[in-house]
């Protein structure tokens, strides 16, 4: 055995130390091998291997080696004889000679490197690191997670790193650390009392910001901890007091003020029961269907320009014809403003004959032959919001015979004439944004079965029509049973579907798509679906030089691995059927789908080939381009991954969100633009595929919105497929179109993808599969409902 003493003269003969002018920083502890720091009796210090075993038992030099110690009088357990170790070996980590024994007298003390973690993890805490805190303690738990002081210290970090976010305003964090601390530890010193002001705290935020279900749930989680907590019996006086002013208030209110004030106080406390019968009465007095959108139109007009007043404009505006039926065509189907409409002159005359007891929703009069005219005359003016380039190049004259009938000529025979004459129709006497001066302001004025009441940025509302002393005809303004349809705007899928499993909505206008499988499962929820796929797609503006190459748009497709995206942003699952990557612009099952068209590659290499040889022939630095996309959660999920793949291009983009209306109705307008992400879907592709591939396909002509077709090709297709008269020739011109669209790439085709809707149970009259979200409306039924959880 070697003595201590030559322990100390090898380790003297050892490696001189660095100057310290040259001398390297040192690692941080993390960043250096384990090892262990062993000190002497004569106080000299070495940093050592990690000894084993570890920690080193307790040392009692009077009993001789190989002798029990006494039973521990806390365990009960009788040590193994040989548990007193006399001597240890030792592996230096610097020296020519590194292993020795030494003998347990001669060692004074022994700083592990667990210990040596957790001191520094302290030390990290103090400077309110606690990330960097949590590394160490992480390296210690993988080293041994049963180490002495590790729980201790992580009790210590959970509780300061949560006060610290309660202090900083991060109260979510903070009381998610602290409910972890709480589970962990429920005697550590204070945490009962500071989780219960954090509980408090955030109760009152979620009060005062009208999200009552999540106080409420906040309050069961405060009384789990301390039913007696006096921060709950506050909470809970609050949560009555406010409920009972609520429900005052709704006995003095009429109509649906009434309602809405009984509803919010079984909002705020379902456990009111004295809330419950009026609630009950108002309710089926005023049915009120609320509904959770992607947002709302903007502005409110007899004219479509967005996925939102494509939904809401039926309710307020009849149009001519429902379809394109011959049932439509004599006025059998309810819902429309025509009794009867003849084709002459080879389809270029249209004699229309309108119904007699239709009335506008102000009172003033009934529908007649000059608001046709209006409505049909302001589609071919190019000043005019409604204006319709196709229609205004196909519209000869109007002619008005009597109060009732109306002629219409056209230049040239249309391949459809009656699917001009589906579209909605509003009062002549209103301004030129669709609106009429009354009692209560400019408002729009319909003759639909609903009446626009109000609108905010995030709410809109519209009531069943009612005019006294001017009835329309049931048969053919339908009289719904709901009388209030309350739209909210919630483009967030989070927030959308926690008001809807809330109970602050009836009817969830669209359910994103990662979201069907789980929320199908729900047995309180009844999911159903829309007969067409929506498209994903980017569009091309070809007024931007750089996007008329066709190189680079090709580079731009090339870079898109559209099934990964799919699959990892936005499904969130494989693919399947019916939602699956887009080679076109039309949906996989439609007759314009060419069947011979092979998927769209992803291929990075020939894509950064590409973008390096438009560079170089543009004479261009770098490249810049912006995406606009609808604030929608699809497009959310997507775009992000999207930019990420088009600048390993080499090419700057930005992204711009936008709310879906507002840049659908602009893009449409023929606004100028560079990428934008749309959602679009397609019913009759020989009427709409113009509309798919260029926005501004129908916009005035000083925007050119036509030439954002930035393939002349494809517009060449489009112009012939307007001009066609026979329908076998029309089909197929289209599948022509979707062939030349997969090589010219006037648009990006991303993917189609399947759209569903979510209701309550207590809605009812909704169809299992539907063309549109209020589709047969005047069947729709509801029930009084609340959500009854426990307060």
């Excluded at 279900?213 to 907590?229: F, H, K, T």
């Excluded at 003033?364 to 000059?370: F, G, L, N, T």
């Excluded at 109705?665 to 009759?684: M, N």
Aim: proline share 8%.
């Amino acid at each position: 055995m070697i003595a201590v003493a030559g322990v100390l003269m090898l380790v003297g003969a050892g490696p001189v130390a660095q100057d310290s002018a040259t001398a390297p920083p040192p690692l941080e502890l993390l960043q250096r091998f384990p090892f262990d720091r062993l000190t002497l009796v004569d106080n000299t210090t070495f940093e050592i291997e990690p000894i084993s075993p570890r920690p080193l038992p307790a040392y009692e030099p009077a009993r001789p080696k190989g002798a029990a110690r006494n039973a521990d009088a806390n365990d009960g357990a009788q040590a193994p004889p040989d548990e007193n170790i006399d001597e240890v070996i030792i592996h230096l980590l610097e020296g020519p000679q590194r292993d020795f024994k030494v003998k347990r007298s001669n060692i004074k003390s022994i700083e592990y490197f667990e210990d040596m973690l957790l001191a520094e993890a302290r030390r990290f805490m103090q400077a309110r690191n606690y990330a960097k805190a949590f590394e160490y303690i992480l390296a210690v738990q993988t080293r041994n997670p049963n180490w002495k002081g590790l729980r201790e210290t992580v009790d210590t970090l959970l509780f300061e790193e949560a006060t610290w976010a309660l202090a900083g305003n991060d109260r979510d964090r903070g009381l998610r650390l602290l409910r972890e601390l709480f589970d962990r530890n429920p005697e550590y010193p204070g945490v009962r009392q500071r989780l219960a002001e954090a509980y408090g705290f955030r109760a009152q935020e979620a009060i005062s910001r009208g999200q009552y279900a999540v106080g409420r749930r906040i309050l069961r989680q405060l009384r789990e901890i301390d039913p007696s907590s006096l921060v709950a019996v506050d909470l809970t006086t609050r949560f009555v007091q406010r409920a009972r002013e609520s429900y005052n208030r709704g006995l003095r209110a009429e109509g649906g003020e009434r309602l809405d004030a009984l509803r919010e106080a079984l909002q705020i406390w379902p456990a009111l029961e004295e809330a419950v019968a009026p609630f009950e009465e108002a309710f089926r007095a005023h049915p009120t269907v609320r509904v959770g959108v992607v947002d709302l139109p903007r502005p409110i007009a007899p004219w479509v320009r967005s996925p939102a007043s494509a939904r809401v404009v039926p309710l307020l505006y009849l149009p001519i014809l429902a379809d394109e039926s011959e049932e439509a065509q004599i006025g059998r189907v309810a819902g429309q403003l025509a009794a009867n409409v003849e084709l002459g002159e080879l389809g270029r005359r249209i004699d229309l004959t309108l119904q007699r007891d239709v009335y506008w929703s102000d009172g003033s009069r009934r529908v007649s032959a000059i608001d046709v005219v209006r409505a049909l005359s302001d589609r071919a003016q190019p000043r005019s919001p409604a204006y319709q380039a196709r229609w205004a190049n196909l519209l000869d004259r109007i002619e008005t015979l009597d109060v009732d009938r109306v002629i219409v000529r056209l230049r040239r025979t249309p391949l459809d004439p009656i699917s001009w004459l589906t579209v909605p129709i509003g009062p002549a006497h209103a301004a030129w944004d669709g609106r009429v001066a009354t009692a209560a302001g400019r408002l729009p004025v319909g003759n639909g079965p609903y009446v626009f009441e109000r609108q905010t940025e995030q709410e809109a509302r519209y009531v069943a029509a009612t005019r006294e002393g001017t009835a329309s005809d049931p048969t053919v303004v339908p009289i719904p049973r709901i009388v209030r349809i309350m739209e909210r705007r919630l483009p967030e899928a989070g927030s959308a579907l926690a008001a809807f499993s809330q109970g602050e909505i009836d009817l969830l206008e669209h359910v994103p798509v990662d979201r069907v499988p789980t929320l199908s499962r729900d047995p309180e929820v009844v999911v159903g679906r829309y007969r067409l796929p929506e498209i994903h797609l980017i569009a091309l503006d070809g007024r931007e030089p750089l996007l008329r190459n066709r190189n680079l748009r090709r580079a731009l497709s090339y870079a898109l691995d559209r099934r990964v995206i799919l699959e990892e942003s936005v499904l969130k699952r494989p693919i399947d059927d019916a939602n699956r990557p887009a080679d076109g612009p039309f949906a996989l099952n439609s007759y314009a789908n060419a069947p011979d068209v092979p998927p769209l590659e992803y291929d990075l290499m020939t894509a950064r080939m590409l973008v390096a040889g438009v560079r170089r022939e543009l004479a261009l630095p770098k490249i810049e381009l912006t995406l606009e996309y609808p604030d929608r959660p699809e497009a959310r999920a997507a775009v992000p991954r999207i930019a990420e793949m088009l600048r390993a291009l080499g090419l700057v983009i930005q992204v711009s969100q936008r709310s879906e209306s507002e840049l659908e109705e602009q893009l449409r307008g023929g606004r100028r633009f560079q990428l934008a992400y749309r959602v679009l879907t397609c019913d009759e592709p020989l009427r709409e595929a113009g509309g798919l591939i260029c926005p501004g396909y129908d916009a005035a002509p000083e925007s050119d919105g036509l030439g954002a077709l930035a393939s002349d090709l494809i517009r060449q297709r489009l112009l012939q497929l307007e001009q066609a008269t026979d329908w076998n020739a029309a089909r197929d011109l289209v599948r022509q179109i979707d062939r030349e669209c997969r090589d010219e790439l006037p648009i990006l085709p991303l993917w189609q993808l399947e759209r569903h809707f979510a209701r309550r149970p207590h809605l009812v009259g909704l169809p299992e599969v539907a063309d549109h979200l209020y589709q047969a409306i005047e069947t729709w039924e509801i029930t009084p409902w609340f959500v009854r959880d426990e307060p």
